[in-house]
């Protein structure tokens, strides 16, 4: 059995935080980034120890860190502290990607969109829909999540979305919900709610210019798709 050694007896080019400092963070793996996390180890497990039996039993740092603290692997010192350090690293995560969705931003690449919206919806448990409000320039006035449903659908209310808009004062639209299952593909009650709202939304003069369908690892752009 090889003996344990603190991190701190480890040579300094295999110290994780030595190595993003001369390295940067993106040469570093999985279990490094997340070792310097949880900065200590339990009795006969370093940090990165602890970090790899994580990553092991949850399957990877979106599964490590969406797991419930009380779904973590007994045994590996994962306490308060550190699970909510766990969370904070998560959800700053998650702003930074949703960034281009603040007050104010202009909507550029529609691909910075998908990307915040995935962010936003994807480890949603139960189907959420959701409104980025623009106006005139596509500049971002606000984003709600306007409807929650369950695992399999959210009823949407057209008139409810006109409402807000108008309320708002948008002159354009870009929605989105998720699909729970993880797969992408819009269904054909997807399609035919796009075209209610679109037509909905045309007779108070607001462009609904794209819906967007968030699954587990990608989503599919109605307006890329040519529906819109």
């Known amino acids: 059995m090889i003996p344990h050694r603190p991190i701190h007896d480890w040579p300094d080019h295999e110290r994780p935080r030595e190595r993003l400092l001369e390295l940067g963070a993106a ?66 995560g998650r702003r930074a990607q949703a960034g281009a969705l603040r007050r104010g931003a202009a909507i550029a690449a529609p691909g910075d969109v998908q990307r915040a919206l995935r962010a936003r919806l994807r480890d949603a448990e139960s189907e959420v829909f959701v409104a980025l409000f623009l106006d005139a320039r596509h500049q971002v006035i606000c984003i ?62 607001i462009r609904l210019l794209d819906h967007v369908v968030v699954g587990d690892a990608s989503s599919v752009s109605f307006a890329e798709r040519g529906w819109l």
């Open 27 to 92: 040469r570093l793996s999985d279990a490094e980034l997340l070792a310097l996390l949880l900065v200590t180890g339990t009795r006969g497990r370093s940090a990165v120890d602890v970090a790899r039996e994580l990553l092991a039993d949850c399957g990877d740092l979106r599964g490590t860190l969406g797991r419930a603290r009380s779904e973590l692997p007994a045994g590996l010192g994962i306490g308060a502290a550190k699970w909510a350090t766990l969370q904070a690293a998560a959800e700053i």
């Open 144 to 205: 709600q999540d306007l409807f929650h449903g369950s695992l399999t659908g959210a009823a949407v209310y057209v008139g409810e979305v006109v409402k807000r808009a108008l309320k708002l004062g948008a002159a354009a639209l870009v929605v989105a919900h998720n699909h729970p299952s993880g797969v992408a593909e819009p269904s054909a009650a997807d399609r035919e709610l796009t075209e209610r709202l679109r037509q909905a939304l045309a007779l108070v003069e």
